[in-house]
C-alpha cells in the first residue's frame, strides 16, 4: 500500500489562526480524502479531493472554513481556518488505490490543539 | 439508529484469549466491510477489507460479515499485548469511489 506523510505531526495554535496540513503519497492516486477524528467519535469525512477539480465536501464542512488543495497526484493540503478550540482534533489523510473499489490508507494524521 | 454500531469497549482480554469485535449496520445497501487497527498516536492501518457476506482469514485475524443479520465480526486468535489497540469497522456502498462510514472503535488491552 501507499506511504503517507502528513505534515506536522502536532500543532497547538491560537485562537483565530489556520494552519495548513500537508499530506504527501509516495505514488499517484486518483482519490484523496481529508478526514476528522474527535475522541469518542467516528472519524468523519471532511472532503474529498481529485486532482484538478474542486474539492467535494461532506454535510457540515464548508470551503472557507477547510480549503483544500490539489495540485498534483501524490500531494494535497488541507487548511483549518480561523480556528476555535471545537477545532481541537486529529486531521487525517486519506488514500483509496488506483481503480474503483480499492480501500483506503491512512497517514498517522495531524494532532492539532487550540489554545 | 446510527448507521454503524461499535461498542467502545475497552475490551480487556489476557494473553492468548480469542478475542471478538463486533459491528451492527442499518443500512443493507453495504457491500464492502473493513477493519482498522489504530495504535494510540498514529493513523488507522487496514487489517481486513472484504466484500459481501462470508469469511476471510489473514494469519490470526478472521473477518465475518453476516449481511442477513446486518452484522460484522473480527476474530483474533492468541491474541498478543501487540495487539492492544483501537479497532475500526468501516463499510461503504458498491459504487466505485463510495465514501467509508466508520464505527467508532473498540478499544482491546491485551494483558501479558
Known amino acids: 500500500s501507499a506511504v503517507i506523510s502528513q505534515k506536522p505531526s502536532r500543532d497547538i495554535c491560537q485562537r483565530g489562526t489556520s494552519l495548513t496540513i500537508q499530506c504527501q503519497v509516495d505514488s499517484q492516486v486518483t482519490m484523496m480524502f481529508w478526514y476528522r477524528q474527535q475522541p469518542g467519535q467516528s472519524l468523519t469525512l471532511i472532503a474529498t479531493a481529485n486532482q484538478g477539480s474542486e474539492a467535494t465536501y461532506e454535510s457540515g464542512f464548508v470551503i472557507d472554513k477547510f480549503p483544500i488543495s490539489r495540485p498534483n497526484l501524490t500531494f494535497s493540503t488541507l487548511t483549518v481556518s480561523n480556528m476555535s478550540p471545537e477545532d481541537s482534533s486529529i486531521y487525517l489523510c486519506?488514500?483509496?488505490?488506483?481503480?474503483?473499489?480499492?480501500?483506503?490508507?491512512f497517514g498517522d494524521g495531524t494532532r492539532l490543539s487550540i489554545l | 439508529q446510527k448507521e454503524v454500531e461499535q461498542d467502545p469497549g475497552p475490551l480487556s482480554v489476557p494473553e492468548g484469549a480469542i478475542v471478538s469485535l463486533n459491528c451492527t449496520y442499518s443500512n443493507s445497501a453495504f457491500q464492502y466491510f473493513m477493519w482498522y487497527r489504530q495504535y494510540s498516536r498514529k493513523g488507522p492501518e487496514l487489517l481486513m477489507y472484504?466484500?459481501?457476506?462470508g469469511n476471510k482469514e489473514d494469519g490470526r485475524f478472521t473477518a465475518q460479515v453476516d449481511k442477513s443479520s446486518k452484522y460484522i465480526s473480527l476474530f483474533i486468535r492468541d491474541s498478543q499485548p501487540s495487539d492492544s489497540a483501537t479497532y475500526l469497522c468501516a463499510m461503504r456502498l458498491n459504487s466505485g469511489y463510495s465514501t467509508l462510514t466508520f464505527g467508532k472503535g473498540t478499544m482491546l488491552l491485551v494483558s501479558p
Open positions: 472484504t466484500y459481501s457476506s
Open positions: 486519506s488514500v483509496a488505490g488506483q481503480g474503483s473499489n480499492q480501500p483506503q490508507h
